[in-house]
């Protein structure tokens, strides 16, 4: 039978024997390259089958149709007369070097198409979700000398919790404090800041208490929920999602506690190939111990201011008993004025002595213990480096025998088995310690930077609130004085005590009654006071202004607000302070004349 008609009609179907045909050198899919047609061309062969040489058949036993030679597909097709087996070769390669370009254009048209790579197997990359974790405190509740309760609000889209949103969590401060110390224990590579206090210096139940426990639970927060290596610790889980009350389920400990952690720091460190590290851990213990004995210097201070005031209200009381016995009018009514004004000066040293304590003290407390935390930090990394050394020792040490082993002349299989298996023990064991170490150092040198940056930021800003408050208690306490000053000039004719001790009384004396602390500023500075921004670092403990009903009498009243004095010394002295504020102020012009009219 003639299958060339066929052939002829239909080139590119399929072989009658190809299903015959075993086809043992056809090319495997694993080869095939990732871009090629799913259905492979029929005219395309392997290298394996071009490299062959063509068998050479007689013309009298040649068939006339298709047939196999060797497990090979051929193709021998009825040539009419005249006609090579070149010239018939010629349009099936043609066809093949079509179906390529085509391929090619195909190729080259889906690249430039920018929708046309999923009909081509090409896979975009998988874009990685960027987990979020934010918690806000809403309120804090005060039962009495009980644990404080935090109250807060959860966000996350973290897959390890049941929601994306949790409202009106309520945490006591201790339960902060267990959750900071797994934290600490079961992530070695990164620094977790101390938990802030409960109660401030300021006193439980005041705003200024409340405000500022609220700000530093939400600090701790924001950072904790920050960062990459704690947020996704399991413990964030349950503490979150518990419905009644937190507890560590997995406890951790230190890697080295009690009497060995003290023996392992009196060694020298190990050796350390990241010196920003190494120089580290000294710079953060002189700063733990310098905060520490800063705080407890300020502690000294603060009791003294106290002590201070206290001694003041009781030197005023008895000033102010002595006008019963004194029969000068003017004296007995300076006693009485300067009785008061020392009171309430002692009230705001003693004032002065809380806000001391709250915006350095508490500060300086806080940083110290945070301090702590990120040196014991450090420590655990010198103790994973000694445990890195001493496993590099054993490993080394178990090569060591199994090559002792090696060479000896008599060998039992158990012992064989045996150094085979400690080798391999030490050697996966100072991989994961040498794993474990590079991951550990790699996390704390960002931690390091973070830790250095936002300390500095919260010193600076508790140094700056420490000094303006500071500025401002002096200066109202210097205006509080300033009061006074009419009623003791106003004892006599002569000008009272304000000339006492002086034997040269010159002809004309100039009297200057302008504060030295008015609304454009200081006398001595002529950079203008800004009370926004002091208004905003004084706390509600101060306290109010002079318990005086007469003053609105006497020259030298202080216009109130609030029970808070003004800058000023009242209406009547700032109207006569217009009128000599110029020659008043001190300044180069005239501080020779100033010196030439005054006597010492």
């Not at 030490?426 to 991989?431: G, I, L, P, Y």
Request: net charge positive; charged share 25%; with cysteine.
């Amino acid at each position: 039978m003639d299958y060339s008609a066929a052939i002829e009609s239909d080139p590119a179907g399929q072989s009658p024997w190809g299903s015959a045909s075993p086809r043992a050198q056809r090319t495997p899919f694993a080869g095939a390259a990732p871009d090629s047609p799913t259905t492979p061309s029929r005219h395309a062969t392997s290298d394996s089958q071009t490299s062959l040489p063509e068998p050479t058949i007689p013309a009298d036993q040649a068939p006339a149709n298709h047939g196999t030679f060797n497990g090979q597909q051929t193709q021998v097709d009825a040539l009419p007369e005249g006609s090579s087996p070149e010239a018939a070769k010629q349009p099936a390669q043609a066809q093949i070097e079509n179906q390529h370009a085509q391929h090619a254009s195909q190729q080259q048209q889906a690249q430039q198409r920018p929708g046309a790579a999923r009909y081509h197997s090409a896979r975009q990359p998988r874009q990685v979700p960027q987990y979020k974790l934010q918690a806000k405190v809403t309120a804090l509740e005060r039962t009495g000398r009980k644990d404080p309760v935090l109250r807060f609000d959860v966000y996350t889209n973290l897959p390890k919790f049941r929601t994306t949103q949790f409202r009106d969590v309520r945490r006591t401060h201790s339960e902060f404090v267990k959750l900071a110390e797994h934290l600490i224990s079961s992530n070695p590579e990164a620094m977790v800041p101390a938990v802030p206090p409960a109660l401030t210096s300021a006193g439980a139940g005041t705003d200024e208490d409340e405000a500022r426990v609220k700000g530093s639970i939400q600090r701790w927060l924001n950072y904790v929920c920050s960062n990459d290596v704690l947020m996704r610790d399991e413990e964030m889980v349950f503490f979150v999602e518990s419905d009644f009350g937190y507890s560590p389920v997995v406890r951790m400990k230190q890697p080295a506690t009690g009497v060995r952690r003290k023996v392992l720091k009196q060694f020298a460190p190990p050796p350390d190939d990241t010196p920003e590290l190494h120089f580290a851990r000294p710079v953060v213990k002189a700063f733990y111990l310098g905060t520490l004995d800063a705080a407890q210097r300020l502690d000294k201070v603060v009791k003294a201011r106290r002590g201070l005031g206290l001694a003041e209200t009781a030197l005023g009381e008895k000033l102010a008993q002595m006008h019963v016995q004194e029969t000068h009018p003017g004296l007995s009514h300076a006693y009485r004025k300067l009785g008061r004004i020392v009171q309430t000066c002692g009230d705001y040293h003693a004032a002065q002595g809380t806000g001391e304590a709250t915006t350095l003290g508490d500060s300086l407390n806080y940083h110290s213990a945070d301090a702590f935390i990120v040196k014991e930090t450090l420590t655990n990394r010198h103790i994973l480096l000694r445990e890195l050394v001493q496993a590099e020792a054993a490993r080394k040490s178990k090569e060591t025998a199994a090559n002792r082993l090696k060479m000896s002349t008599s060998i039992k299989r158990d012992k064989v088995e045996e150094a085979i298996t400690q080798l391999d023990e030490a050697a996966q064991a100072e991989s994961f310690l040498r794993s474990k170490t590079q991951r550990v150092t790699g996390n704390l040198l960002i931690e390091k930077r973070r830790w250095f940056d936002r300390t500095s930021n919260d010193v600076l800003g508790s140094i700056r609130e420490y000094v303006l408050r500071q500025i401002e208690t002096e200066r109202r306490t210097l205006a509080t004085l300033e009061t006074v000053r009419p009623d003791i000039r106003s004892i006599d004719a002569s000008g009272g005590l304000s000339r006492l001790g002086r034997e040269h009384h010159p002809n004309t004396r100039r009297v200057s009654m302008a504060s030295s602390q008015t609304v454009k500023g200081d006398a001595w500075s002529g950079v203008a006071r800004s009370r926004d921004a002091l208004s905003r670092s004084m706390s509600g403990s101060f306290v109010g202004g002079i318990p005086e009903g007469e003053e609105a009498s006497n020259g030298g009243s202080t216009a109130t607000e609030g029970n808070r004095p003004r800058s000023g010394t009242g209406n009547a002295s700032l109207k006569s302070a217009k009128e000599d504020e110029d020659n008043d102020r001190v300044d180069a012009k005239n501080a020779a004349s100033r010196l030439a009219q005054s006597t010492f």
